[in-house]
C-alpha cells in the first residue's frame, strides 16, 4: 500500500527559503556535531540510568532530527517565488 501527501506544496520567498535552508544545514553539520559531543560527555559521567544530563542531550538529539526531516521535506517540496494570486474562489481544504 502506498500512500501519497496530498498536502500542497508550500510557497516560500526566496529569502524564507534560504533562511531555512541555512537552518538545515546548521543542524545537518555543527549542530549534529555539538549534540554528540553533548552525549558523550553526559555518558562519561557514568551510570546511564541516572544521568539527567545523558538524558536530556539524547532528547535533544531526538528533536533535531526532527527538525531535519522537516525543513528536508518543506524545502523539497516547496514553490519558490509570489504565491499565486488569490482567485476568489473557495475551496475545500
Request: hydrophobic letters at 35%.
Amino acid at each position: 500500500m502506498s500512500t501519497t501527501n496530498s498536502a500542497p506544496a508550500a510557497w516560500l520567498t526566496q529569502e524564507a527559503f534560504d533562511r531555512l535552508k541555512a537552518e538545515l544545514d546548521h543542524l545537518s553539520g555543527p549542530g549534529r556535531a555539538e549534540i554528540v559531543q553533548k552525549i558523550e560527555s553526559a555518558r562519561q559521567e557514568g551510570d546511564l540510568k541516572e544521568n539527567g544530563g545523558y538524558h536530556a542531550a539524547k532528547e535533544e538529539q531526538g528533536k533535531i532530527e526532527a527538525r531535519i526531516r522537516q525543513l528536508t521535506a518543506l524545502l523539497r517540496d516547496a514553490n519558490v517565488g509570489e504565491a499565486p494570486a488569490d482567485d476568489g474562489i473557495v475551496e475545500p481544504g
